[in-house]
């Protein structure tokens, strides 16, 4: 069985998180967001310039969204998935075919878009979450608020 989600979790950050907890709770959540955003937007983007989807409607479908129940004080977490549904069918954005594209059919090879988006840039997301805190902490040092 297939799992429906991948999870990257980094470890021996201790000195990166009492930073952040300086930075005081608000700022610290607000910088952790911004941070796992920009990693969930190039699994989001190098999925839809890898789509065989021609028509534009998966790229449409595509989307990076905060998951407050999945997500704490510490931890957040985005979804990046394609939109497929009744309520998309009448938005044209209902890429309800997607996962004959991304898993194939008896008729159709696989073409992965998705799956691919993520193992090929986990150093880029792990850069864009280093790089977006970091520039917070800069721009909180600097400011002192």
């Known amino acids: 069985m297939m799992a429906d989600s991948v999870t990257m979790k980094i470890d021996g950050l201790k000195e990166l998180a009492?930073?952040?907890r300086a930075m005081g709770p608000d700022i610290e959540k607000k910088a952790l967001r911004a941070s796992v955003m920009a990693a969930a937007k190039i699994v989001r983007d190098d999925a839809k310039?890898?789509?065989?989807?021609?028509?534009?409607?998966?790229?449409?479908?595509?989307?990076?969204?905060?998951?407050?129940e999945e997500s704490?004080?510490?931890?957040?977490?985005?979804?990046?998935?394609?939109?497929?549904?009744?309520?998309?069918?009448?938005?044209?954005?209902?890429?309800?075919?997607?996962?004959?594209?991304?898993f194939g059919t008896a008729k159709l090879s696989a073409h992965p878009f998705m799956r691919p988006a993520f193992e090929k840039n986990k150093m880029k997301l792990v850069e864009a979450i280093a790089d977006k805190i970091s520039a917070r902490i800069k721009r909180f040092e600097k400011s002192g608020r």
């Open 18 to 20: 009492d930073k952040l």
């Open 72 to 102: 704490a004080e510490n931890k957040a977490t985005y979804f990046v998935g394609v939109r497929s549904g009744k309520k998309e069918r009448k938005a044209k954005r209902d890429a309800f075919y997607w996962r004959f594209i991304e």
């Open 49 to 68: 310039a890898n789509n065989l989807d021609d028509t534009g409607t998966t790229d449409r479908a595509l989307y990076a969204k905060y998951i407050k």
